[in-house]
């Protein structure tokens, strides 16, 4: 039997990898400069349709909604995150926690849901018209203006997270000797440390571009009541007409992933340029001070806040749930259980989504949890000669939006060969579940390394001096040692896989609806009520599950 050595082990994670990630996405190129070829058309491909995208309407407002969208939410993004890092990092005050709270809870909820929940407050007959009567808020939030604020009170965690590790550390010394100099504290902040925070400023900024200008929730939600086509929404209605229109959705593929490739080496470039070592410079804990007579107002200050990006989207769902008709307001005669009781109609159709949702999330967290692991174990411990390059496409499905990696899975698995070899996934559930390993690799390969970290290596030469193969040592020393990691590695996985609604929308089959999906539609067709009963029920559900197995875990853990 064929030994496994750590050079194997890299090949064979690269292998992997290209195949759940390289390949998809080198597929969208690839059917730009030769359309077809997927489907054995080979013929070169007219270069001018690149340049379509600036003559055709749709293409041209696709492309400037999106820079619009990412780059006035990354500005303002950027700030606000920079300034609350700022202040938390610099005053202790009370509910401090609950904005890191809110800010973990900002990532982990689907960004879809977010969207419903501020399009179900803002509409015309939403709650901020009905209960306080505010006729203004439509006209608001329903502009490109009002998207951009309501894109930046979800994404500005991304920076928030960024700029806040930066400051867990200072250069009090450079500080101290300034300020004996005569400096301001304002100009010893806008000379010392704002300039060694901003490889941490840019990294956030970067972020909030990508994510933004790849994300479907918040066009797909508004679709509904307003009109605002994006790259990655546009992408999805050039599948979903008829005739379907692969050229239009493999060139606005190929410039959604060009402008994310150039945010992403500007920010290399900007990082490389603005490197700053000062941990052996004096650097010391950075402790938060009392806030003294501004406390109560910062505290005050924040609640209001959290009321704002965690009430409005999160508690609007909640009261829609619970409504008959959505202009009704909050009354006695339109307060219903109707929305959840129709859960269980029709055959129970949307509960069999969930279930599906879930078969896929929880395929995707085991299969994915041994691939992350591999990959980590090569990141860590391996000499492997291309490391770099397995690094980088353990990282790449976190930048590239869910609808193009959508567009390159059909590409690849929709193709006449694969027939005979029974890999002709396009239109299968499988399919799903590889978009959604593809999609949990960053985050368990993250988590993994992490753990890793912490084992010495010569705990692992130790064993292979006495003869243990790669994988007995991997299984008996590794894995016991990350029976936390590994689980939580897993049950983000699958948190995270249930909600994923880009890649669902592109790839699901006929006739096999999942969970996001069904959402979705009812939102669509303006059953916000229905909609929000299935977002909490299933939300409840996949809470509920997770709860479970750490309690089944933890009790495990305590027996033995």
Do not use: C
């Amino acid at each position: 039997m064929l030994r496994l050595t750590n050079e194997r082990l890299g090949w064979l994670v690269s292998i992997a990898l290209l195949i759940l990630v390289l390949y998809p996405l080198l597929a969208v190129v690839i059917q730009v400069l030769l359309p077809g070829v997927f489907f054995g058309n080979w013929v070169i491909g007219d270069l001018s349709l690149l340049l379509e995208i600036f003559k055709r309407p749709l293409w041209q407002k696709s492309l400037e909604n999106s820079l619009l969208l990412g780059i006035g939410t990354t500005l303002i993004g950027t700030l606000l995150g920079g300034v609350l890092a700022t202040v938390r990092s610099t005053w202790r005050f009370p509910t401090a926690g609950l904005l890191d709270a809110a800010v973990w809870l900002l990532l982990i909820m689907p960004s879809f849901i977010l969207a419903q929940g501020w399009v179900m407050f803002s509409a015309q007959q939403g709650l901020a018209v009905n209960l306080f009567g505010w006729d203004w808020v439509p006209g608001a939030v329903f502009q490109p203006a009002g998207l951009i604020v309501i894109m930046t009170l979800s994404k500005f965690p991304l920076a928030y997270l960024s700029m806040k590790a930066a400051m867990e550390w200072k250069v009090q010394q450079l500080s101290d000797a300034a300020r004996l100099g005569g400096a301001s504290p304002i100009k010893v902040w806008a000379t010392i440390q704002a300039p060694l925070l901003l490889p941490a400023l840019l990294a956030g900024a970067a972020l909030v571009f990508m994510d933004t200008i790849g994300d479907f929730g918040l066009p797909s939600s508004i679709a509904a009541i307003y009109r605002f086509p994006t790259l990655p929404y546009s992408i999805y209605s050039a599948l979903y007409t008829s005739p379907i229109r692969f050229d239009m959705a493999g060139v606005l593929s190929f410039y959604l992933v060009l402008l994310i490739s150039i945010a992403m080496l500007l920010q290399f470039a900007a990082m490389r340029r603005s490197r700053f070592d000062f941990m052996s410079g004096g650097a010391v804990p950075s402790v938060p001070k009392e806030a003294g007579k501004y406390r109560w107002l910062l505290a005050a200050g924040n609640i209001v806040f959290l009321l704002v990006i965690i009430g409005i989207p999160i508690g609007s769902s909640l009261m829609m749930s619970f409504m008959q008709a959505q202009g009704g307001g909050v009354k006695a005669d339109n307060l219903t259980l109707a929305n959840y009781t129709a859960l269980f109609d029709g055959g129970f159709q949307l509960l069999h989504g969930l279930g599906r949702s879930l078969m896929i999330a929880a395929s995707a967290a085991v299969i994915g949890l041994v691939v992350g692991l591999l990959v980590a174990f090569v990141l860590t411990y391996s000499q492997f000669r291309f490391r770099r390059g397995i690094e980088v496409l353990s990282l790449v499905t976190l930048a590239v939006p869910g609808v193009v990696l959508g567009i390159g899975y059909i590409f690849v698995w929709n193709q006449r060969w694969l027939e005979p070899l029974g890999l002709l996934l396009y239109g299968k559930p499988a399919i799903l579940v590889l978009a959604a390993i593809a999609g949990a690799i960053p985050v368990i390969t993250r988590i993994m390394v992490g753990a890793m970290a912490k084992v010495p290596q010569s705990f692992l030469h130790a064993a292979g001096l006495q003869g243990d193969s790669l994988l007995r040592r991997i299984r008996r020393i590794l894995l016991p040692l990350m029976r936390g990691a590994l689980l939580s590695a897993g049950l983000a996985a699958f948190g995270a896989s249930v909600f994923d609604l880009a890649v669902n929308s592109v790839l699901f089959p006929p006739n096999y609806i999942t969970f996001p999906v069904a959402i979705n539609k009812s939102f669509e067709d303006m059953r916000f009520g229905y909609a929000s009963a299935a977002t909490i029920l299933g939300g409840g559900v996949v809470v509920a599950i997770i709860l479970v197995i750490e309690l089944l875990f933890r009790r495990k853990e305590a027996r033995s």
